[in-house]
Nanobody, 127 residues
C-alpha cells in the first residue's frame, strides 16, 4: 500500500501563490508517476497536473488547460515527495487539492486515473 500526505494548503488572495507538498510512504517507487487533483464544492474531482520520471534528470509534466502557465508540478525522488506551485491564483482555483500516485510509470492523458489518494488539503482564494 501507498500512503500520501498533503500539506501547504491555506488562504491566499487572488493573484497570490501557495506551494503544496505531498510526502509518499509505503510501497512507493521512483518510477511511479504522481499527480494532483482538486475538487470544489458541488463539482466532480478534476485533474490538475501529473509528473513522470524516465530516468536521470528527465521529467515529463502534464497540466490541465485551466492551470497551464500558472501552476508548476515538481518532484524530489530522494524524498519521495511531489510539489505543486500555485501562482496567479484565481477564485475558481479554490478547492480541496488531492495528491495522487499511479502504478503506471508515465501519465499521458488527463483521463488516466490514479491508484492512490491522499486525504486532501484545502486551498481557499479570496477575491
Amino acid at each position: 500500500q501507498v500512503q500520501l500526505v498533503e500539506s501547504g494548503g491555506g488562504l491566499a488572495q487572488a493573484g497570490g501563490s501557495l506551494r503544496l507538498s505531498c510526502a509518499a510512504s509505503g510501497r512507493t517507487f521512483t518510477s511511479n508517476a504522481m499527480g494532483w487533483f482538486r475538487q470544489a464544492p458541488g463539482k466532480e474531482r478534476e485533474f490538475v497536473a501529473a509528473i513522470s520520471w524516465s530516468g536521470g534528470n528527465t521529467f515529463y509534466a502534464l497540466y490541465a488547460e485551466s492551470v497551464k502557465g500558472r501552476f508548476t508540478i515538481s518532484r524530489d525522488n530522494a524524498k519521495n515527495s511531489v510539489y505543486l506551485q500555485l501562482n496567479s491564483l484565481k477564485p475558481e482555483d479554490a478547492a480541496v487539492y488531492y495528491c495522487a500516485a499511479y502504478r503506471s510509470t508515465v501519465v499521458f492523458t488527463i483521463t488516466h486515473l490514479p491508484d492512490y489518494w491522499g486525504q486532501g488539503t484545502q486551498v481557499t482564494v479570496s477575491s
